[in-house]
T-cell receptor, first 112, second 113 residues
Framework: AQSVTQLDSQVPVFEEAPVELRCNYS??????LFWYVQYPNQGLQLLLK??????LVKGINGFEAEFNKSQTSFHLRKPSVHISDTAEYFC??????????FGQGTELSVKP | NAGVTQTPKFQVLKTGQSMTLQCAQD?????MSWYRQDPGMGLRLIHY???????DQGEVPNGYNVSRSTTEDFPLRLLSAAPSQTSVYFC????????????FGQGTRLTVV
């Protein structure tokens, strides 16, 4: 069955520090993986996606993610965060049937 | 370009009342879906549609109905509201390819008292 698990519900970090938000997926078939960001009181917007090819994917706002098939992971990273990165981040997977399934979300809180 | 439009933005219902959450998209997307967002549970798929006239259940369909008579619209109906349906509801649309980006509305915050 298709599922996504985000390992941290909250991640506090200081401004300019690096951050990693962890995501594991489970599927017996090929999956397509996404990271979305939700700023307060807004809808979701796409940060980046992995479909195939290079396992390191770069997205908007300096974020990147690495697809690791052996560990079934798709962790999101940023080398230096800003206050404006404070938001909730969602990992998601999509199977061949088209259903987009989300993880539980990780609240990133960047402190000055 | 409006994208995905949800109405209303806020709604308070009494237990047992019915209502329809509206969702419209102007991008000619085949795929549309409804999610509910609850603290600590992420977004859970309620119903989805791969095209006009075709709908299917997601993870949490009980208490909700949908129909897709046109490509643009995908309303979500609450048949008899319950306090457990208090949530933020998001509509999303995309092209049908598996790698395509989903576009989200701004959400409807529903409270059932």
């Amino acid at each position: 069955a298709q599922s996504v698990t985000q390992l941290d519900s909250q991640v506090p970090v200081f401004e300019e520090a690096p951050v990693e938000l962890r995501c594991n997926y489970s599927s017996s078939v090929s999956v397509y993986l996404f990271w979305y960001v939700q700023y307060p009181n807004q809808g979701l917007q796409l940060l980046l996606k992995y479909l195939s090819g290079s396992t390191l994917v770069k997205g908007i706002n300096g974020f990147e993610a690495e697809f690791n098939k052996s560990q079934t992971s798709f962790h999101l990273r940023k080398p230096s965060v800003h206050i404006s990165d404070t938001a909730e981040y969602f990992c998601a997977s999509r199977n061949q049937g088209g259903k987009l399934i989300f993880g539980q979300g990780t609240e990133l809180s960047v402190k000055p | 370009n409006a994208g995905v439009t949800q109405t209303p933005k806020f709604q308070v219902l009494k237990t047992g009342q019915s209502m329809t959450l509206q969702c419209a998209q102007d991008m000619n997307h085949e795929y549309m879906s409804w999610y509910r967002q609850d603290p600590g549970m992420g977004l859970r798929l309620i119903h989805y549609s791969v095209g006009a006239g075709i709908t299917d259940q997601g993870e949490v369909p009980n208490g909700y109905n949908v129909s897709r008579s046109t490509t643009e619209d995908f309303p979500l109906r609450l048949l008899s509201a319950a306090p457990s349906q208090t949530s933020v509801y998001f509509c999303a649309s995309s092209y049908s390819g598996v790698g395509t980006e989903a576009f989200f509305g701004q959400g409807t915050r529903l409270t059932v008292v």
